[in-house]
Nanobody, 124 residues
Framework: QLQLVESGGGLVQPGESLRLSCAGSGKTLEYYTMAWFRQAPGKEREGVSS????????NYADSVKGRFTISRDNAKNTVYLQMNSLKPEDTAVYYC?????????????????WGQGTQVTVSS
């Protein structure tokens, strides 16, 4: 059974950066599409970014394009989300997810493994 554990969240000021990590255990991540989702209080969960197993194809939500970068290190069984120029509206719980069919989407229903989430708060 694949398990995912996120880390790297915290409290930052607007304009600052954070890097989230998602470590997999139990199975190798190299055959999965990996993604980051987020959920702010009172809002639905939204897809932030995904990356296919090959690492050559990535998707981003319009709201984070140009500011966030997803990457993966299959040797370390870890996926990252580099978040730059953070805004207050980026405040949310960020979840890592894995899709065993490697579809490369940002639809939550395509993902069958989820982490427990890490809180990101952007506030002055």
């Amino acid at each position: 059974q694949l398990q995912l554990v996120e880390s790297g969240g915290g409290l930052v000021q607007p304009g600052e950066s954070l890097r989230l990590s998602c470590a997999g255990s139990g199975k190798t991540l190299e055959y999965y599409t990996m993604a980051w989702f987020r959920q702010a209080p009172g809002k639905e969960r939204e897809g932030v970014s995904s990356i296919r197993s090959s690492g050559n194809s990535a998707n981003y939500a319009d709201s984070v394009k140009g500011r966030f970068t997803i990457s993966r290190d299959n040797a370390k069984n870890t996926v990252y989300l580099q978040m730059n120029s953070l805004k207050p509206e980026d405040t949310a719980v960020y979840y890592c997810a894995a899709d065993s069919l490697d579809l490369g989407t940002l639809h939550s229903y395509d993902f069958n493994y989820w982490g427990q989430g890490t809180q990101v708060t952007v506030s002055s």
